[in-house]
Structure formats: structure tokens, C-alpha cells
């Protein structure tokens, strides 16, 4: 089984600057991938990044990037310079390689990007 | 384009009206799901979908049915649909069974049960 908490509603952050959202995870899984996933007001569920859990070095796509520690459980999404069009519901995610192929997810973090 | 499709995007009924809610994608996926999100719930999943004719239970199966009798369709039914499953709901396809390829999701289905 697999939990996944998001332990922020809601954040903001000005223009241009930077952004940590936290994510703290349990799995009895010994492989799995992590994702955050981002929903925009049009509630598409976009995928933002990924990370393969025995991978040590974290993922990084553009402005985002993840600190992954594994021993920690913890998966938190950074966001550099950010935009107005960052502004969104972001989800936390982990998928266990297990014979039950599921995405779990967090209860989402509010972000407010403030001009 | 490849896509999941979804219809209706939003649905308004009354409990007990048996309905479908399609589910159809292009890229020759084995694996489908479907979701449903409520808020401070995050999404939950209903049930999945490894290939043809292999269906099972997610986390929150109760009230809903599933087949899958063709690779790209992946409907939910809602048989006796109650005031509790109004939700928005997601499909979501992934080319590998195992997690390596990331799901694909749906633009979601507003369901408002009265």
C-alpha cells in the first residue's frame, strides 16, 4: 500500500521567485517512480516531472526540479523564476511497480503565483 | 494527435438514472484507468485496466462498473448513480504496465448526481 501526503493547501509566491512544495511518501514497494503533476484552472492534469526511485540524482526539467530523499521519504518540487502561468493545483504522486499498477496521490497544494 | 478522450465533459442527473461515461484513447495503450477527484481527496482510483478483458479494483471500486472489450475503449458505468459519486472524473492510459511510461489523462467529466 501507498500514502502520499501534501502537507500545504496553499502557497504563494511572487513573480520570479522561488518555490518549494512538500511531499512526504510511504510505500512498501522496493522500486517505484514519483511524479508531480500540475492542474491548471482548465483542471487538465499535466505532468510536470518524474523521478525513478533508484535514481540518486534528482530530476530536473527547465525551472523545475525535485529534492528526492529516499531514506527521508520525501519528494519536494522546486520552482525557479516563476511565472503567472505557474499558478495551479500541484499534486504529488507515486506508482508502485507492484501486479497493482496504481498511481496514489496527494490531496494537492494550492500554489498562488502573486504579480 | 495523441489524446484520451472523454465524454460527456460535464453531466447533470438524478439518482438511479444508469449512465456511461466513455472513455476512448489513440495511442494503442495497453493500460487504462479511471479516477476520480474530490476536493482535499486528491484523486482516488476507481479501477484499472491491464489489456483487454483484464479489469480490477482500485481503492474506491463501490457503485461502479467497468469493461474493457476493445484496446482503446475504457468506459465507466454508473448503474444506480447516487448524490455521493458526483466527483470529476479522469481516464488515464499509459503505453507499460509497470509504471516506466507516464500516464496520459483525460480533460475529465464533471458529474453532478441530484
Known amino acids: 500500500a501507498q500514502t502520499v501526503t501534501q502537507s500545504q493547501p496553499e502557497m504563494s509566491v511572487q513573480e520570479a521567485e522561488t518555490v518549494t512544495l512538500s511531499c512526504t511518501y510511504d510505500?512498501?514497494?522496493?522500486?517505484?517512480?514519483l511524479f508531480w503533476y500540475k492542474q491548471p484552472p482548465s483542471r487538465q492534469m499535466i505532468l510536470v516531472i518524474r523521478?525513478?526511485?533508484?535514481?540518486?540524482q534528482n530530476a530536473t526539467e527547465n525551472r523545475f526540479s525535485v529534492n528526492f530523499q529516499k531514506a527521508a521519504k520525501s519528494f519536494s518540487l522546486k520552482i525557479s523564476d516563476s511565472q503567472l502561468g505557474d499558478a495551479a493545483m500541484y499534486f504529488c504522486?507515486?506508482?508502485?511497480?507492484?501486479?497493482?499498477?496504481?498511481?496514489?496521490f496527494g490531496s494537492g497544494t494550492q500554489l498562488t503565483v502573486l504579480p | 494527435e495523441a489524446q484520451v478522450t472523454q465524454n460527456p465533459r460535464y453531466l447533470i442527473t438524478v439518482t438511479g438514472k444508469k449512465l456511461t461515461v466513455t472513455c476512448s484513447q489513440n495511442?494503442?495503450?495497453?493500460?487504462m484507468s479511471w479516477y476520480r477527484q474530490d476536493p482535499g481527496l486528491g484523486l482516488r482510483q476507481i479501477y484499472y485496466?491491464?489489456?483487454?478483458?483484464?479489469?480490477d479494483k482500485g481503492d474506491v471500486p463501490e457503485g461502479y462498473k467497468v469493461s474493457r472489450k476493445e484496446k482503446r475503449n475504457f468506459p465507466l458505468i454508473l448503474e444506480s448513480p447516487s448524490p455521493n459519486q458526483t466527483s470529476l472524473y479522469f481516464c488515464?492510459?499509459?503505453?507499460?504496465?509497470?509504471?516506466?511510461?507516464?500516464?496520459?489523462f483525460g480533460d475529465g467529466t464533471r458529474l453532478s448526481i441530484l
Open positions: 488515464a492510459s499509459s503505453s507499460d504496465r509497470q509504471g516506466y511510461a507516464p500516464q496520459h
Open positions: 523521478q525513478e526511485a533508484y535514481k540518486q
Open positions: 485496466s491491464m489489456n483487454v478483458e483484464v479489469t
Open positions: 495511442m494503442n495503450h495497453e493500460y
Open positions: 510505500t512498501s514497494e522496493s522500486d517505484y517512480y
Open positions: 504522486a507515486s506508482d508502485g511497480l507492484g501486479s497493482a499498477r496504481q498511481l496514489t
